[in-house]
């Protein structure tokens, strides 16, 4: 069964930076591609970040240029790094990983976390202005 743990959340001034953990077990860690969404209270999950297995990338619109997202496959790790942060990114962020045919925003799709089936339990960023 795959398990997925994040680490890394911490409260932060605006401008700052983080980088999130994700360690990923019980799976074929390099046979799936993966990602990081965000989500606050009473709103709809964000897709934030996705890597394939070729080494694409997808994505917000909301974090171009500010996060990268990067795995090490001999430690079984996802990470997301976040530079310049604003109050606007505070949300508990969330690793997510499954076969890459749930990744259609790997090729201009969508974003749809219903897709995906491996979640971890999160870990929450607090940016302060």
């Known amino acids: 069964q795959v398990q997925l743990v994040e680490s890394g959340g911490d409260s932060v001034q605006a401008g700052g930076s983080l980088t999130l953990s994700c360690a990923i077990s019980?799976?074929?860690?390099?046979?799936?591609?993966m990602s990081w969404w965000r989500q606050t209270p009473g709103k709809e999950r964000e897709g934030v970040a996705a890597l394939g297995l070729d080494g694409i990338t997808a994505y917000a619109d909301s974090v171009k240029g500010r996060f990268s997202i990067s795995k090490d496959n001999a430690k079984n790790t996802l990470y997301l790094h976040i530079n310049n942060l604003k109050p606007e990114d505070t949300a508990m962020y969330y690793c997510a990983v499954d076969l890459c045919s749930a990744f259609p925003m790997l090729y201009g799709g969508r974003w749809e976390p219903g897709r995906i089936a491996h979640w971890g339990q999160g870990t929450q960023v607090t940016v302060s202005s």
């Open positions: 019980g799976g074929t860690f390099n046979f799936n591609c």
